[in-house]
């Protein structure tokens, strides 16, 4: 492990310095020249991706690990393997905002990344390494190591990775990945090799533009890579229908198999393209939609779909391809068909379908469709530390009306919708009912989302829970909240 952990998640082992100035000596060692990251993820058939709404950055996490979004601040995340112990002294990676202290908004980022350590971190003495890299996206960043001592002293160390980004604010914010455990240093690198921000909302960069074309360019080969791939003799000699830009790096495809209409999910990376997932066939409804912006979109990006339009030919180029309407523009947008809802009592609120009707239960959110099923929110706590967190989870889920609770918080699973993360659980799946309860953290509270679907054929084996109408539509909600 790291000889210290960074104030992230564990605040206490280090004392940020605060408007004040230190004088150092440094020992530069530079790494000299430009690299551009080598990322592994490619071999990787499930990535996910953490994004966070606050400051508008987002980085992808390999499948079997998980993460905690700092709760007080939502300023970042600390990320560690699904395997390892639920505790933030088991997360290995952080990333998080950070603001430099005022003496030294002026100086360039360049040159702050040189003393930056020094000036944040107690114990920090001087540079010891500086290494200029490149991301997928194209932005710059400087990975670092620094010299360092321990609290009581002593020799000189070199400590585990910390590596920089521009937040190009005003204030002269930073973007830090902190490396916490050196055998993770392989997740490290891929981690920030995936690192962007958000371009602003209706945004279309030129970016776009390019990424089609290396699609369009590439796709006679890439399309072999689909496991439902278009045949010789689909519509538009093999190409896509419709490209559909859910972030800037993944995208949602549409081709002809030869028969029948098929949507797959893929992302864009400095090394081509590649395969995520099956996105479903012949046609994408609004809950369908929503869900896969949900997984792979990314805050504060508008969609942005572009469509076939030249004659069927052999011959085809990238400028065949223009925008249109966006999927979600397609299938109806939560604003337009959709109601707010706000607690005060959170400062939260989130959107919920208009054939919803709310009811009168006091305290709390509860709506019901024409069909008795059943969408709400609360919210239990406070809460002080993890052991009265896991306690407020475990007594507040009661199974099936039978008084028993949960047992074992591993008995939540931690699910990531629209960059925060829940404890999800089954709460019932009895006489035609199937109830799950989503737990979200905000602040020392917790806000409960849940729904109650009936008319439910409870006792087929292969019920496919995730797809029940009622669950889809309590996750597209999920994706709407605001704090």
Known sequence: MAPYKRGFSAPLALALFSGVSLVVVFGYLF???????????????????????????????????????????????????????????????????????????????????????????????????IEKITTDSGLTGYKTTWNYRGPAGGPLKISLPITYFDAKDSKGDTVQFSLEDAKDEAVYNDMISTFEFSPAAGALSGNERVILGALIAGWPQFQKTIPARPVLGATKWNYPNTVEFLSPRNLLIEYDDGHISRYSIIREDSNGF????????????????????????????????????????ETVSASDWQVIRSQEQSTGAVSS??????????????????????????????????????IGERHIGPYSGETEFNSLLLNDVIFDGSGLHPTSISQFKKVSIGGREFYKIRTERFEGVLSYGYYLPLGNKIAVFSFTARGVDWTNPNLDEESNPTHVILRQILTTIQT
């Open 274 to 313: 590649i395969f995520v997932a099956d996105a479903g066939e012949n046609s994408l409804s609004a809950a369908d939609w929503h869900s896969l912006q949900a997984g792979y979109g990314l805050n504060g990006y508008s969609p942005v779909m572009f469509e076939y339009t030249g004659s069927q030919g």
């Open 31 to 129: 790494s000299g020249g430009r690299q551009s990251l080598p990322n592994q993820f490619q071999n990787s058939a499930i990535l996910k991706t953490y994004q966070n709404a606050r400051y508008g950055f987002a980085v992808n996490y390999p499948d079997d690990w998980t993460f905690r979004e700092f709760p007080d601040t939502k300023d970042g995340a600390g990320f560690r393997p699904v395997k390892s112990p639920d505790d933030p002294a088991s997360e290995s990676i952080t990333v998080a905002l950070r603001t430099r202290v005022s003496a030294d908004v002026s100086m360039p980022f360049a040159e702050y990344v040189k003393v930056a350590a020094a000036r944040e971190i107690q114990g920090f003495e001087s540079l010891a390494s």
């Open 337 to 374: 068909d959709w109601t707010e809802y706000a607690d005060a009592s959170l400062d939260l609120s989130f959107y919920y379908p208009s054939d919803f009707k709310r009811q009168n239960v006091g305290a709390g959110f509860s709506a019901l469709d024409d069909n008795g099923n059943e």
